[in-house]
């Protein structure tokens, strides 16, 4: 069964950082790409970043370029969303996501608030 459980989210001050992690289960980790998604009170839900299967390679949305770092450890199965100098408008529920076997599959969500 696939599955995925994303946690590490909290209340930080504008400027500040948190560091989201997404462990997954049930698939072959190394073939599949990761993604993450944030969803804003009465909002859609939208991309924030993914990262590939094999070579590794990165998408960041614009609204986040420059400041959020997505990385992967094999080892663990585990992806990371490093986050840095957050904003208001960061604030959101944040949600992993693996498209595996002609669907996606979710993690739970972990909250992220961000504000003084």
């Known amino acids: 069964e696939v599955q995925l459980q994303a946690s590490g989210g909290g209340k930080v001050q504008p400027g500040g950082s948190l560091r989201l992690s997404c462990a997954a289960s049930?698939?072959?980790?190394?073939?599949?790409?990761i993604g993450w998604f944030r969803q804003a009170p009465g909002k859609e839900r939208e991309g924030v970043s993914c990262?590939?299967?094999?070579?590794?390679?990165?998408y960041y949305a614009d609204s986040v370029k420059g400041r959020f770092t997505i990385s992967k450890d094999n080892a663990k199965n585990t992806v990371y969303l490093q986050m840095n100098s957050l904003k208001p408008e960061d604030t959101a529920v944040y949600y992993c996501?693996?498209?595996?076997?002609?669907?996606?599959?979710w993690g739970q969500g972990t909250l992220v608030t961000v504000s003084s």
């Open positions: 990262i590939s299967n094999s070579n590794g390679n990165t």
């Open positions: 996501n693996v498209w595996v076997g002609g669907r996606f599959y």
């Open positions: 049930g698939f072959t980790f190394d073939d599949y790409a």
